[in-house]
Protein backbone atom coordinates (compact mmCIF):
# COMPACT_ATOMS: atom_id res chain seq x y z
CA UNK A 1 0.00 0.00 0.00
CA UNK A 2 1.43 3.67 -0.34
CA UNK A 3 3.09 5.44 2.13
CA UNK A 4 2.22 8.95 0.17
CA UNK A 5 -0.36 9.74 -1.85
CA UNK A 6 0.06 13.46 -3.64
CA UNK A 7 -2.90 15.43 -4.83
CA UNK A 8 -2.44 16.93 -8.55
CA UNK A 9 -4.90 19.31 -10.47
CA UNK A 10 -5.93 17.70 -13.84
CA UNK A 11 -6.05 20.93 -15.25
CA UNK A 12 -3.02 22.14 -14.32
CA UNK A 13 -0.15 21.04 -17.06
CA UNK A 14 2.60 22.45 -15.16
CA UNK A 15 2.43 20.26 -11.74
CA UNK A 16 0.98 17.09 -14.29
CA UNK A 17 4.97 17.71 -16.02
CA UNK A 18 6.30 16.85 -13.07
CA UNK A 19 4.14 14.30 -11.34
CA UNK A 20 5.90 11.40 -11.85
CA UNK A 21 8.81 13.05 -10.40
CA UNK A 22 8.16 13.85 -6.83
CA UNK A 23 8.35 10.31 -5.53
CA UNK A 24 4.91 9.56 -4.46
CA UNK A 25 3.92 6.17 -4.11
CA UNK A 26 0.84 7.28 -6.04
CA UNK A 27 -0.48 10.68 -7.29
CA UNK A 28 -4.17 11.77 -7.25
CA UNK A 29 -5.90 13.45 -9.90
CA UNK A 30 -8.41 15.65 -8.37
CA UNK A 31 -11.71 16.53 -10.36
CA UNK A 32 -13.12 17.55 -6.90
CA UNK A 33 -11.77 20.52 -5.12
CA UNK A 34 -9.09 21.08 -7.55
CA UNK A 35 -11.17 21.72 -10.11
CA UNK A 36 -13.60 24.92 -10.04
CA UNK A 37 -17.09 24.59 -11.03
CA UNK A 38 -17.22 25.41 -14.09
CA UNK A 39 -14.34 23.96 -15.39
CA UNK A 40 -15.62 20.01 -14.41
CA UNK A 41 -16.56 18.95 -18.07
CA UNK A 42 -13.38 20.03 -19.26
CA UNK A 43 -11.42 17.69 -16.45
CA UNK A 44 -13.57 14.90 -17.56
CA UNK A 45 -12.58 15.31 -21.06
CA UNK A 46 -8.77 15.63 -20.93
CA UNK A 47 -8.42 12.95 -17.68
CA UNK A 48 -7.84 10.12 -20.11
CA UNK A 49 -5.45 11.80 -22.08
CA UNK A 50 -3.56 12.59 -18.59
CA UNK A 51 -3.82 9.06 -17.18
CA UNK A 52 -2.34 7.81 -20.29
CA UNK A 53 0.43 9.92 -20.17
CA UNK A 54 1.21 9.50 -16.57
CA UNK A 55 0.16 5.98 -15.46
CA UNK A 56 2.87 4.42 -17.23
CA UNK A 57 5.57 6.33 -14.66
CA UNK A 58 3.75 6.43 -12.10
CA UNK A 59 0.52 4.75 -9.91
CA UNK A 60 -2.31 7.18 -10.90
CA UNK A 61 -5.53 7.40 -8.96
CA UNK A 62 -8.31 9.47 -9.68
CA UNK A 63 -10.73 11.49 -6.76
CA UNK A 64 -13.90 11.75 -7.90
CA UNK A 65 -16.55 14.56 -6.56
CA UNK A 66 -19.36 13.57 -3.88
CA UNK A 67 -23.56 13.43 -4.65
CA UNK A 68 -24.68 10.69 -7.50
CA UNK A 69 -24.89 12.80 -10.35
CA UNK A 70 -21.40 14.30 -10.32
CA UNK A 71 -19.69 11.11 -8.81
CA UNK A 72 -21.28 9.44 -11.98
CA UNK A 73 -20.10 11.63 -14.57
CA UNK A 74 -16.62 11.03 -12.90
CA UNK A 75 -16.87 7.71 -13.01
CA UNK A 76 -17.85 7.75 -17.08
CA UNK A 77 -14.68 9.81 -17.08
CA UNK A 78 -12.43 7.96 -14.74
CA UNK A 79 -13.16 3.76 -15.13
CA UNK A 80 -10.26 3.25 -17.73
CA UNK A 81 -6.83 1.51 -18.29
CA UNK A 82 -4.08 3.07 -16.21
CA UNK A 83 -6.33 4.33 -13.05
CA UNK A 84 -5.53 2.05 -9.99
CA UNK A 85 -7.99 3.79 -7.47
CA UNK A 86 -10.51 6.06 -6.93
CA UNK A 87 -11.28 8.51 -3.86
CA UNK A 88 -14.77 8.88 -3.08
CA UNK A 89 -14.71 12.43 -1.59
CA UNK A 90 -17.20 13.29 0.84
CA UNK A 91 -18.04 9.50 1.35
CA UNK A 92 -20.91 9.43 3.63
CA UNK A 93 -22.34 5.82 4.08
CA UNK A 94 -21.74 2.74 2.83
CA UNK A 95 -24.92 2.37 0.21
CA UNK A 96 -22.61 5.03 -1.79
CA UNK A 97 -19.62 3.17 -1.66
CA UNK A 98 -21.73 0.06 -3.15
CA UNK A 99 -23.78 2.23 -5.21
CA UNK A 100 -19.97 3.23 -6.78
CA UNK A 101 -18.71 -0.07 -6.69
CA UNK A 102 -21.68 -1.26 -8.77
CA UNK A 103 -21.20 1.16 -11.45
CA UNK A 104 -17.46 0.27 -11.27
CA UNK A 105 -17.96 -3.08 -12.03
CA UNK A 106 -20.25 -2.16 -14.87
CA UNK A 107 -17.93 0.10 -16.46
CA UNK A 108 -14.96 -2.89 -16.26
CA UNK A 109 -17.06 -4.76 -18.18
CA UNK A 110 -17.91 -2.73 -20.69
CA UNK A 111 -14.52 -1.37 -21.53
CA UNK A 112 -12.56 -4.29 -20.97
CA UNK A 113 -10.97 -4.17 -18.03
CA UNK A 114 -10.12 -6.63 -15.82
CA UNK A 115 -12.82 -7.23 -12.78
CA UNK A 116 -11.58 -5.79 -9.75
CA UNK A 117 -8.86 -3.77 -11.19
CA UNK A 118 -10.13 -0.08 -9.84
CA UNK A 119 -10.19 -0.25 -6.43
CA UNK A 120 -11.74 2.36 -3.87
CA UNK A 121 -10.81 4.19 -1.02
CA UNK A 122 -13.19 6.32 1.39
CA UNK A 123 -12.55 10.03 2.63
CA UNK A 124 -14.88 10.30 5.38
CA UNK A 125 -15.22 14.05 6.28
CA UNK A 126 -18.19 15.01 8.38
CA UNK A 127 -18.98 13.00 12.23
CA UNK A 128 -22.14 11.34 10.53
CA UNK A 129 -19.31 9.52 8.26
CA UNK A 130 -17.01 8.91 10.74
CA UNK A 131 -19.69 7.01 12.99
CA UNK A 132 -20.47 4.60 9.91
CA UNK A 133 -16.48 4.20 9.22
CA UNK A 134 -16.37 0.07 10.11
CA UNK A 135 -19.64 -0.16 7.78
CA UNK A 136 -18.13 1.82 4.97
CA UNK A 137 -14.69 -0.04 5.51
CA UNK A 138 -16.68 -2.98 4.90
CA UNK A 139 -18.90 -2.35 2.35
CA UNK A 140 -17.50 -3.45 -0.84
CA UNK A 141 -14.72 -5.94 -1.91
CA UNK A 142 -13.17 -2.78 -3.46
CA UNK A 143 -12.44 -0.73 -0.85
CA UNK A 144 -8.50 -0.84 -0.14
CA UNK A 145 -8.60 1.97 2.28
CA UNK A 146 -10.29 4.96 4.40
CA UNK A 147 -9.10 8.37 5.29
CA UNK A 148 -10.10 11.44 6.91
CA UNK A 149 -10.98 14.63 5.14
CA UNK A 150 -9.02 16.91 7.99
CA UNK A 151 -10.49 20.42 6.80
CA UNK A 152 -14.00 19.22 5.71
CA UNK A 153 -14.20 17.29 9.60
CA UNK A 154 -12.86 20.20 11.44
CA UNK A 155 -15.37 22.54 9.80
CA UNK A 156 -17.97 20.12 10.08
CA UNK A 157 -16.93 20.02 14.24
CA UNK A 158 -17.12 23.82 14.30
CA UNK A 159 -13.44 24.37 14.74
CA UNK A 160 -10.09 24.30 12.65
CA UNK A 161 -7.78 21.12 12.59
CA UNK A 162 -6.04 20.84 15.57
CA UNK A 163 -4.35 17.65 17.67
CA UNK A 164 -7.09 17.44 20.16
CA UNK A 165 -9.54 17.45 17.57
CA UNK A 166 -7.76 15.40 14.67
CA UNK A 167 -6.07 12.61 16.21
CA UNK A 168 -9.32 10.79 17.96
CA UNK A 169 -10.77 10.37 14.60
CA UNK A 170 -7.76 9.53 12.87
CA UNK A 171 -7.32 6.64 15.49
CA UNK A 172 -10.89 5.68 14.84
CA UNK A 173 -10.42 5.52 10.97
CA UNK A 174 -7.13 3.52 11.62
CA UNK A 175 -9.13 0.91 14.10
CA UNK A 176 -12.00 0.66 11.29
CA UNK A 177 -9.57 0.31 8.32
CA UNK A 178 -7.24 -3.05 10.05
CA UNK A 179 -10.70 -4.53 11.58
CA UNK A 180 -11.74 -4.53 7.88
CA UNK A 181 -7.94 -5.51 6.54
CA UNK A 182 -7.84 -2.71 4.24
CA UNK A 183 -5.44 0.40 4.33
CA UNK A 184 -5.13 3.01 6.96
CA UNK A 185 -4.14 6.54 5.43
CA UNK A 186 -5.05 9.12 8.02
CA UNK A 187 -2.74 11.48 9.45
CA UNK A 188 -3.86 13.84 11.98
CA UNK A 189 -2.84 17.09 10.73
CA UNK A 190 -4.00 19.93 7.93
CA UNK A 191 -2.52 19.17 4.33
CA UNK A 192 -2.93 23.19 3.35
CA UNK A 193 -0.27 23.85 6.17
CA UNK A 194 2.52 22.21 3.94
CA UNK A 195 5.11 24.61 4.76
CA UNK A 196 4.86 23.48 8.62
CA UNK A 197 7.16 20.26 8.06
CA UNK A 198 7.81 19.74 12.33
CA UNK A 199 3.85 19.22 12.50
CA UNK A 200 3.62 16.94 9.71
CA UNK A 201 6.47 15.20 10.35
CA UNK A 202 4.88 14.81 13.87
CA UNK A 203 1.46 13.89 13.14
CA UNK A 204 2.90 11.30 10.47
CA UNK A 205 4.83 9.44 13.38
CA UNK A 206 1.92 9.67 15.32
CA UNK A 207 -0.28 7.75 12.98
CA UNK A 208 2.39 5.41 12.56
CA UNK A 209 2.66 4.50 16.25
CA UNK A 210 -1.11 3.62 16.53
CA UNK A 211 -0.60 1.91 12.95
CA UNK A 212 -1.48 4.05 9.90
CA UNK A 213 0.86 3.26 6.93
CA UNK A 214 0.71 6.29 5.04
CA UNK A 215 -1.09 9.64 4.35
CA UNK A 216 -2.01 12.59 1.67
CA UNK A 217 -0.05 15.51 0.09
CA UNK A 218 -0.47 17.83 -1.72
CA UNK A 219 3.22 19.04 -1.60
CA UNK A 220 6.75 17.42 -2.20
CA UNK A 221 7.99 18.59 1.11
CA UNK A 222 5.09 16.23 2.34
CA UNK A 223 5.83 13.22 0.31
CA UNK A 224 9.60 12.77 1.76
CA UNK A 225 8.35 13.32 4.93
CA UNK A 226 5.87 10.61 4.92
CA UNK A 227 7.52 8.38 2.56
CA UNK A 228 10.56 8.24 5.50
CA UNK A 229 7.92 8.19 8.44
CA UNK A 230 6.29 5.44 7.00
CA UNK A 231 9.23 3.25 5.41
CA UNK A 232 10.65 0.60 7.95
CA UNK A 233 13.54 1.54 9.44
CA UNK A 234 17.05 -0.29 8.71
CA UNK A 235 17.20 -0.90 12.46
CA UNK A 236 13.70 -2.69 12.28
CA UNK A 237 14.01 -4.22 8.78
CA UNK A 238 17.48 -5.88 10.12
CA UNK A 239 14.95 -7.09 13.26
CA UNK A 240 12.66 -8.85 11.25
CA UNK A 241 14.89 -10.51 8.96
CA UNK A 242 16.45 -11.71 12.69
CA UNK A 243 13.05 -12.73 13.68
CA UNK A 244 11.79 -14.75 10.29
CA UNK A 245 15.58 -16.21 10.62
CA UNK A 246 15.08 -17.36 14.42
CA UNK A 247 11.29 -18.63 13.70
CA UNK A 248 12.39 -20.74 10.92
CA UNK A 249 15.23 -22.45 13.12
CA UNK A 250 12.32 -23.15 15.88
CA UNK A 251 10.12 -24.85 13.69
CA UNK A 252 13.02 -27.07 12.58
CA UNK A 253 13.55 -27.62 15.63
CA UNK A 254 9.82 -27.89 16.97
CA UNK A 255 9.88 -25.42 19.27
CA UNK A 256 6.90 -23.09 19.69
CA UNK A 257 8.63 -19.88 21.26
CA UNK A 258 12.01 -18.60 21.58
CA UNK A 259 13.87 -15.57 22.12
CA UNK A 260 15.52 -12.62 19.44
CA UNK A 261 17.66 -10.06 21.46
CA UNK A 262 16.66 -11.26 24.49
CA UNK A 263 12.94 -10.80 24.36
CA UNK A 264 10.35 -13.75 23.75
CA UNK A 265 8.87 -14.26 20.14
CA UNK A 266 5.69 -15.66 19.60
CA UNK A 267 3.33 -15.90 16.56
CA UNK A 268 2.19 -11.80 16.66
CA UNK A 269 5.70 -11.05 16.81
CA UNK A 270 6.56 -12.86 14.01
CA UNK A 271 3.35 -11.84 12.26
CA UNK A 272 4.61 -7.97 12.78
CA UNK A 273 8.78 -9.34 11.38
CA UNK A 274 6.74 -10.54 8.36
CA UNK A 275 4.74 -7.59 7.83
CA UNK A 276 7.74 -4.89 8.14
CA UNK A 277 9.39 -7.35 5.69
CA UNK A 278 6.69 -6.81 3.04
CA UNK A 279 6.26 -2.91 3.37
CA UNK A 280 10.12 -2.84 2.33
CA UNK A 281 9.27 -4.70 -0.40
CA UNK A 282 6.72 -2.80 -1.10
Request: contains cysteine; aromatic residues 4%; negative net charge.
Given at each position: ?59 TTVRINA ?216
Amino acid sequence: MWRSLLFIPVLEDRFIAKAAERGADAIILDLEAGVADDRKVEAREVLGSVVARLSPEVTTTVRINAGWDAASLDLDAAVIPGVSALHLALCEDPDHVRKVADRVSQLETERGIAPGTIRLIAMLESPAALLLAREIATASPRMAGLTLGMEDYATAMGTTPNADLLRPACYQITQAARAAGIAPLAVPASMANFRDAEEMESAAGWARRIGAVGGYAVHPVQVEILNRVFAPSEEEIAWAHRVVEAAARAKREGAGVFTVDGKMVDLPIITRAHDIIGRQAG
